[in-house]
Structures are given as structure tokens and as C-alpha cells.
């Protein structure tokens, strides 16, 4: 939606004013336990920042496609998007970019970074 006062019905972000991260509560966080984007899917936004295929380079969006850029053959740092339980709700979008290396498995566990599934359910 287009109404960020209502982004944490939707995505388990933090509220821009909560307290600095060591002083937070974390919720229990369930699949579907915010309300569906107009598609119907849960959990798009928030929750995990989302490995994504593309490659982190700084300048490629100003000179790729404008339509569906595959991104950067080759790179040291994967792009995360789609924020994560620990961070604040500006951040939860695809647009924002937020780049970590690669092979780097415990840089993964501190920015709570997975994968997002989606399956058709009858």
C-alpha cells in the first residue's frame, strides 16, 4: 500500500521510534501473522532481508535497462532487500538496497537475512 502509518499491519518491521536495537523486545513471529498485500501473500516485507540473485555495484542502475535489469554478471556482495524484524519500516521496501558479501554466513545471521517462498495453497 501506500500508507506508511499502516506499514506494521503488514510487515514486521520496527516503529520508527522504537528503542536503539540491544534495548528492543523482539515479537514471536509467525508466517502470515500480518495481514496479505493485495496479491494475498504475507510476509513480503520485513521478517528477513531477502538474498537476492543480483550483485551489489554502485553505479549499474544508472546505466541498466530500465525494464527488468538482470543485474551484475559477477561481484564480491549479494543485494538484500525487504528489510528485516530489526529494522525500521523505511527500509522495508524492494528499492531499498542493502549489500553484505557473499560468502559471508555470519554477516547473514546478524542482518536476519533468508529467503522468501511463495506457494499457490488450494
Request: charged share 25%; glycine share 10%.
Amino acid at each position: 500500500g501506500d500508507d506508511a502509518a499502516r506499514l506494521q499491519e503488514y510487515a514486521w518491521v520496527c516503529a520508527e521510534d522504537a528503542p536503539r536495537p540491544g534495548e528492543r523486545q523482539w515479537p514471536e513471529l509467525t508466517v502470515g501473522g500480518r495481514r496479505p498485500n493485495n496479491w494475498g501473500i504475507h510476509d513480503m516485507h520485513g521478517s528477513v532481508w531477502e538474498w537476492c540473485a543480483d550483485w551489489w555495484d554502485e553505479d549499474y542502475y544508472s546505466r541498466s535497462p530500465l525494464s527488468d535489469p538482470p543485474g551484475p554478471p559477477t561481484g564480491h556482495f549479494k543485494l538484500l532487500r525487504g528489510g528485516a524484524v530489526k529494522s525500521y519500516g523505511r527500509f522495508a521496501r524492494s528499492a531499498f538496497r542493502l549489500f553484505a558479501l557473499a560468502d559471508n554466513q555470519s554477516m547473514a545471521a546478524d542482518y536476519l537475512a533468508g529467503a522468501r517462498l511463495v506457494i499457490n495453497l488450494p
